[in-house]
């Protein structure tokens, strides 16, 4: 009686820990919505374009070349994102739009032809035609010198941390072909977590971050869709399956996609423009986790706001003179934001698999996170490069 007692309340708590983590996935999803506006009234001036679970309507655009405002409604059932790509270099996005929501992007574009993505990764891209307009006077460019040595030291982390990433995605395949499911789940934390740390210019490659990255709601039959691959396939299996089957040519892939990423990373060049854009991106999406598999979520998010913090404490000696308010905002947030997470970390400082935070941390968190996505993305603007 006592042993059915136990059980009983271990499933009950086993259910109240999966809902609560449901809750705030839920909460975040919907909070990065309300960042946008519901369907409806556009912003004035703003180029339109809607996201259906098949294509972009319109699929071809053409505006002037400088800034443009651009409102995109997602009428799809999923949360999708928005990309203008330069051959393989993401431009300009806008990730996490919500369903039913629009989102802006504001972006200056140089005169040329550009391919957009349009929800699903099976979708057919669009093509975003930039006409030059005659008598324009040029940009003016930014003052670069002062970004000279927080873009090198940023260079160097990137390269280590892409050294890093290669080693630790072998050893999850050693792991995963080993048929050891506690030291797969183990090597999948240190692999994705590096991942992480880079991918605010990791997404500038666009097609290698999709097969390394891709969330299973960008792929037609989600979880399992053929196509659904990387680190969140792999999560999906270790944490929500628990298995190995079929991992191991997911994990095959995944080291081939990273040997082409790696020197890709390296030899980027790293403009503070990407750097900031890519940390907003990353606090972003980190914070609304994917569902691919529960295990990881909290300690991938506590990797996401270390690789957006690295860029922001590169640059805080120029933003806290340029706009002392929004940087010490943006300070105060990931302080608050990394104090939640000290007390879910062990001895060695890593968060266990499976680790869930208490419901008034996760909604804090994620609260913090939208904010400071918000003060990042305005940094390039306090830092003139915008």
């Known amino acids: 009686m006592a042993d059915a007692t136990v059980q009983r309340s271990i499933r009950i708590g086993i259910a109240f820990v999966a809902v609560l983590a449901a809750l705030v996935v839920v ?22 374009v809607t996201i259906t679970s098949t294509a972009c309507e319109p699929n071809a ?10 409102a995109v409604t997602n009428k799809s059932d999923r949360v999708l994102e928005w990309e203008i790509l ?6 300009e996005e806008r990730e996490n739009i919500a369903p039913g929501f629009v989102q802006t992007l504001n972006a200056r574009l140089e005169a ?10 099976s979708n057919p891209r669009g093509t975003l035609t930039v006409t030059p307009v005659a008598g324009a006077p040029a940009a003016k460019a930014p003052e670069l010198v ?14 280590t941390e892409a050294n890093d990433l290669a080693t630790a995605t072998a050893a999850l395949a050693v792991a995963i072909r080993s048929g050891d499911l506690a030291a797969a789940e183990a090597a999948y934390l240190a692999a994705h977590g590096t991942y992480l740390h880079v991918k605010p210019v990791a997404e500038l490659f666009g097609d290698l971050d999709a097969a390394i990255d891709a969330r299973p709601d960008y792929f037609k039959d989600r979880e399992k869709d053929a196509a659904f691959g990387g680190f969140r396939r792999i999560a999906y299996g270790l944490f929500k399956d628990k298995s190995l089957d079929g991992l191991m040519p997911v994990a095959d892939k995944l080291m081939a996609d990273v040997a082409k990423l790696v020197p890709q990373l390296k030899a980027a060049t790293l403009s503070p423009q990407k750097m900031v854009r890519g940390a907003a991106s990353v606090v ?11 295990g990881p979520a909290l300690a991938d998010f506590a990797a996401s706001i270390a690789g957006a913090g690295k860029i922001v404490a590169l640059l805080q000696p120029l933003s806290a003179k340029a706009d002392k308010a929004l940087s010490d905002r943006i300070d105060a947030a990931f302080s608050d934001i990394n104090q939640r997470l000290a007390k879910y970390r062990g001895p060695d400082g890593t968060i266990a698999p499976g680790t869930v935070a208490e419901r ?10 939208v904010a400071l996505s918000d003060d990042i993305g305005k940094l390039g603007a306090a830092l003139g490069l915008e």
């Open 61 to 70: 655009l053409t505006v002037p070349a400088g800034r443009v405002t651009f």
């Open 86 to 91: 330069d051959g393989v270099m993401v431009v």
């Open 284 to 294: 972003r999406t980190g914070a609304t986790p994917d569902g691919s598999g529960d």
């Open 360 to 369: 008034a941390d996760g909604e804090a968190m994620m609260q913090a996170s």
């Open 112 to 121: 040329g032809t550009y391919a957009i993505t349009c929800g699903l990764l």
């Open 146 to 159: 002062q970004f000279v040595g927080p873009a090198a030291e940023y260079k160097v982390y990137a390269a």
């Open 27 to 48: 909460l975040a999803i919907y909070a990065y919505g309300l960042r946008g506006k519901a369907a409806g009234n556009l912003p004035e001036g703003a180029v339109a």
